[in-house]
Nanobody, 128 residues
Framework: QVQLVESGGGSVQAGGSLRLSCAASGRTFSRYVLGWFRQAPGKEREVVATIDSSSGGRTYYPNSVKGRFAISRDNAKNTLYLQMNSLKPEDTAVYYC????????????????????WGQGTQVTVSS
């Protein structure tokens, strides 16, 4: 089991940057596929980025954030990151980190239903 706590959200103007962090408990952090999701008011939760649990750490981004966001993980620190650059007002949402237990997996898990552990969320607001 793993517990997740996000931090780093806030308010920023369009074009700015934020870095989100997700600190995880537990000793088997490296065996989890990890993801960032977001949910805006009145909208469904959507994937923002994922990183698998293989040694290569393959990543996935939807077109909406590709080239602007970067996901990374530090297994030694049990921490997941999301660097967000060139932020747009449509990026405004509550951002959640999520974990799915899948050791040494090179598969992508790009839907919220695949993840069994979730953080409490952190608000990101981008003003124009």
């Amino acid at each position: 089991q793993v517990q997740l706590v996000e931090s780093g959200g806030g308010s920023v103007q369009a074009g700015g940057s934020l870095r989100l962090s997700c600190a995880a408990s537990g000793r088997t952090f490296s065996r989890y596929v990890l993801g960032w999701f977001r949910q805006a008011p009145g909208k469904e939760r959507e994937v923002v980025a994922t990183i698998d649990s293989s040694s290569g750490g393959r990543t996935y981004y939807p077109n909406s954030v590709k080239g602007r966001f970067a996901i990374s993980r530090d297994n030694a620190k049990n921490t997941l990151y999301l660097q967000m650059n060139s932020l747009k007002p449509e990026d405004t949402a509550v951002y959640y980190c999520a974990a799915h237990y899948a050791p040494y997996s090179g598969n992508s898990y790009n839907t919220a239903s695949a993840y069994e552990y979730w953080g409490q969320g952190t608000q990101v607001t981008v003003s124009s």
